[in-house]
């Protein structure tokens, strides 16, 4: 009988042969796969075990976990209101704090002017402090807000009433307080201010409540006047889209505005005025603009309306020395003449005077100051005034004018004339104009 190995290479193996080799190699192959499952299965195990140990039992990684136990909320940009609400750390073991989401924009009531080249109207970081509350009354309630319809995020104003009920007001005057509360929590600032305004101005309304009507309105007039945006009903402002060749100084001249046109930037927050793009919106103030010098208070008040006639001027029986058809704007603090030097007058703005960084030579000395010396005692910016009636027209040489002396606001240290701060003087000067503005010097 031959050996295998002898046979020839067309002959077969036996068919038993080959069915026990293909067991034997079923039977590896099962083996080699029962231990792959069980290393799978066991290394799996204590993977889990090791991950379970380091993270607390929670499902975050060891490195996850560990910054979650240091600073279980990490609110990002939290000083930005129009990110999720700032919510204080809780402890680790404190399930984790509901994140608060911004509120959708809802349908405006008022339109801010739209996207231009020049920076946008800065984002509120924090409302202003409620109005002090009138004498005699309870505590004001929780502020209501606006919505900017730029940003969809509550906006000043509007700050509440300071109550709903005063008992050192008329029936009348407080019945306006209350539905000026009710104006301004819908969004209808314009009627707000106007409703305070009837009580501000009203001789019956007590002095000792006037401050916080004041304040209240000009908190009304940060948006009404001195921003962006547009309030329905507003007969003080206006839209106006910039076509080719347009400036400023081109658009103040075209729409006949009374301001300078320095105050479209200001409260359009131009960063550079010289550049605007055709299509741009702007927000314009119609004015004119005139003021009130209370002697006593070291104050000007600023309204908004039609100039008087000459001869009508001091026979006006509104309070604070406004006259008819004048809105409230805001209140500026400032310094006085020495020795009563400031007379009670009524001037309205010499045409010419107004001057911006002005040489000034001493009436009483002679010394002379240039234009850019930093000793210059009238600032950077002159208003001068001129009589309106008869009796006025005997003070000459009065002026309203910044001062290098801060400290000299509220008190009586100028030779008479009017001054006002550094940024208060400024925009004084975008608002009076001449020959149409009246300055009333008032006890």
Not at 102 to 126: D, I, L, N, W, Y
Not at 152 to 163: C, E, F, L
Not at 413 to 436: F, T, W
Request: overall charge positive; glycine content about 8%; charged content about 20%.
């Amino acid at each position: 009988m031959a050996l295998a190995s002898q046979m020839a290479r067309g002959q077969r193996i036996p068919s038993s042969s080959v069915a026990a080799f293909r067991a034997k190699r079923r039977t590896r192959a099962r083996v080699a796969l029962g231990v792959t499952l069980l290393v799978v299965l066991g290394g799996g195990g204590l993977l889990w075990a090791l991950w379970s140990r380091d993270s607390g039992g929670s499902l975050a990684g060891p490195q996850e976990a560990a910054a979650s136990s240091a600073n279980p909320i990490t609110p990002t940009r939290a000083n930005d209101p129009l990110d999720v609400a700032a919510v204080a750390p809780t402890p680790p073991s404190a399930p984790p704090a509901e994140v608060i989401r911004k509120p959708e924009p809802q349908p405006p009531t008022t339109f801010t002017m739209g996207a231009s080249p020049v920076a946008p109207p800065p984002v509120v970081a924090a409302l202003p402090p409620a109005p002090l509350p009138l004498a005699n009354t309870p505590p004001a309630t929780t502020p209501a807000t606006v919505r900017d319809p730029l940003v969809g995020n509550p906006a000043v104003p509007s700050q509440p009433a300071p109550a709903l009920a005063t008992t050192s007001l008329p029936g009348d005057l407080g019945a306006a307080v209350e539905s000026a509360e009710k104006a301004q929590r819908d969004g209808k600032n314009p009627e707000a201010r106007t409703l305070l305004n009837r009580v501000l101005l009203d001789r019956r309304t007590p002095e000792s409540e006037r401050p916080a009507l004041r304040r209240w309105m000009s908190e009304l007039s940060d948006v009404l006047a001195f921003s962006p945006t547009i309030a329905q009903g507003d007969p003080y402002a206006a839209a106006y889209t910039v076509v080719g060749g347009d400036s400023l100084p081109v658009i103040n001249r075209k729409l006949g505005l009374t301001t300078e046109y320095m105050l479209i930037a200001r409260i359009n927050k131009l960063t550079d005025p010289s550049r605007i793009q055709v299509g741009q919106k702007l927000k314009t103030l119609s004015g004119p603009f005139h003021a009130v010098v209370s002697k006593s208070a070291f104050r000007m008040d600023v309204y908004a309306g039609d100039p008087p006639s000459p001869g009508s001027v001091g026979m006006s029986t509104l309070a604070c020395g406004a006259e008819p058809g004048w809105v409230y704007i805001r209140s500026f603090m400032v310094g006085l003449g020495a020795d009563d030097g400031t007379p009670v007058a009524n001037f309205v703005v010499k045409n010419g005077s107004k001057l911006v960084n002005p040489l000034w030579r001493n009436p009483r000395t002679g010394q002379k100051f240039e234009a850019d010396d930093p000793k210059n005692p009238i600032g950077e910016r002159w208003i001068g005034l001129e009589g309106l009636d008869d009796a006025s027209k005997a003070h000459t040489g009065f002026g309203v004018h910044g001062t290098v002396e801060p400290e000299s606001i509220g008190r009586s240290l100028s030779m008479g004339c009017i001054r006002l701060g550094a940024q208060d003087v400024e925009l004084v000067y975008e608002l009076l104009a001449p020959k149409v503005s009246v300055v009333k010097i008032v006890p």
